[in-house]
């Protein structure tokens, strides 16, 4: 038959073995490079759920009850999540300047959120002094009460400037870019900095007028 003579023909044959190698080292390494792949949508979800955790402890965080050293595990665990949050989005490639982009949004908001908590740890230590004082004051150490509460009005006014930066960056934001649905978070944000910048504003006040 006339295919078994083709089929018999040695440099047909070799020919077919070198293509069917070609396919199959083909298909594997598509395989391999599609395994390792992982698509805008997934990186959107990852950072959406690591910044929805994020704001979970933070939220968690009780400033009258809590030790300093309970706040500070939560806000370096929020941080870690934050950061985390940010990697996933930090590579996608920006959408069109003038269209509503997800991705977008959530890098500002979540390196709003960064700077925020590095402001919350300033207020974390400044409560340390604060306690620090406190003891020194009931063993009349009044050198070591005074050194602590300088130092603790120094770590809120670099919180003050934190959160400067975390505002900066949200009134930077092109709200044209961010879709209708997340630009409340955006206000949320702010009103998030303007609170946590009070408690620090009245700590300051507290401090000012021990130390005068």
């Not at 395989?31 to 402890?57: Q, Y």
């Not at 949050?85 to 979540?110: F, H, M, N």
């Not at 930066?165 to 879709?179: Q, Y």
Request: negative net charge; glycine residues 6%; aromatic residues 6%.
């Amino acid at each position: 038959m006339e295919y078994a003579g083709i089929m018999k023909n040695p440099r047909f044959y070799a020919k077919c073995r070198l293509l069917c190698t070609f396919i199959v080292a083909g298909m594997v390494l598509l395989g391999v490079m599609t395994a390792g792949c992982i698509s805008t949508e997934e990186e959107v979800d990852e950072a959406r759920s690591l910044m929805a955790k994020g704001d979970v402890r933070l939220a968690s965080v009780d400033w009258n009850t809590d030790p300093p050293g309970i706040i500070e595990a939560k806000l370096v665990a929020a941080h870690i999540d934050f950061e985390n949050a940010y990697a996933s989005v930090a590579g996608i490639s920006p959408g069109k300047e003038d269209e509503p982009d997800e991705a977008y949004a959530l890098r500002e908001l979540i390196q709003s959120r960064i700077i925020l908590v590095s402001a919350a740890l300033e207020i974390q230590s400044a409560l340390g002094h604060i306690m620090d004082a406190q003891d020194n004051a009931r063993l009349y150490q009044y050198d070591l009460w005074y050194r602590d509460m300088a130092c603790a009005r120094e770590d809120l006014r670099s919180a003050h400037g934190y959160l400067d930066g975390a505002v900066s960056s949200l009134n930077d934001i092109t709200m044209a870019r961010v879709p209708v649905a997340m630009q409340g978070d955006i206000a949320a944000a702010k009103i998030t900095c303007a609170n946590l910048d009070g408690r620090a504003g009245r700590l300051e006040a507290a401090i000012d007028t021990s130390l005068a």
